[in-house]
């Protein structure tokens, strides 16, 4: 942008080369609401230009924190009422490779109060399990289908490590593909139980909870 038109680019109705007629070209008032947004919020916006070049804004602003104790404490509390209370600050280890599926499972597992350790693929998770200190782990949630290591072969590896832990954590399928062979294939491999995809969130809350007051 020119010096000329950095100095009212805030402006509302203001562009730079207005002469021109392209039907796409916008209203001029996006940078004047966001120094709106921005002057209400106490904070400030800069911007460092040159014609063919490029742009660069800064944004300032403070805003009060909040401590971990009290995040936690609210969440206790908001969640008191819970029906799975015994999920509550366990340790889980989700091997998903899928970036969606991970997203969306650790969201769910979040709101019980679950802590997520996220594996991409079996190898990685295998090395997160045998990293971990002995009983870390309330439970493994392992997809079927993941690149580098699928989730039976991760689950066979698991088992044998030389670990009293790796014998008895609960590995839970996540597949969906839920016929009779591949429920049976996964339990061969070691693990304890299975959950369709889609996920439905009721239904893996109810498992984990079984799986994990099984080992209590």
Not at 181 to 193: L, V
Request: aromatic share 6%; charged share 30%; net charge negative.
């Amino acid at each position: 942008m020119s010096e000329e038109f950095q100095k009212v680019l805030f402006d509302p109705f203001t562009q730079e080369n207005r002469n021109d007629i392209s039907e796409k070209r916008g209203t001029g008032l996006g940078l004047a609401i966001v120094k709106k947004m921005t002057d209400l919020m106490n904070g400030t916006i800069t911007v460092k230009s040159e014609l063919g070049k490029g742009t660069c804004f800064t944004f300032r602003a403070e805003f009060e924190a909040v401590s971990t104790a009290k995040l936690k404490e609210d969440f206790l509390l908001k969640h008191d009422d819970d029906d799975y209370r015994v999920l509550r600050g366990k340790h889980v280890l989700l091997c998903e490779d899928h970036p969606l599926n991970q997203e969306i499972t650790k969201a769910l597992l979040d709101e019980k109060g679950m802590l997520v350790t996220v594996a991409e693929d079996g190898k990685i998770g295998i090395e997160r399990f045998r990293g971990a200190p002995e009983n870390f782990y309330s439970a493994v949630l392992m997809d079927i289908r993941m690149p580098v290591l699928d989730g039976i072969e991760t689950t066979r590896q698991i088992r044998k490590i030389p670990r009293k832990d790796a014998k008895t954590v609960p590995i839970i399928a996540m597949t969906a593909d839920a016929f009779a062979e591949d429920i049976s294939r996964a339990k061969s491999a070691g693990m304890n139980d299975y959950i369709t995809k889609p996920v439905e969130p009721d239904a893996l809350f109810r498992i984990l909870e079984k799986q994990i007051r099984s080992m209590e």
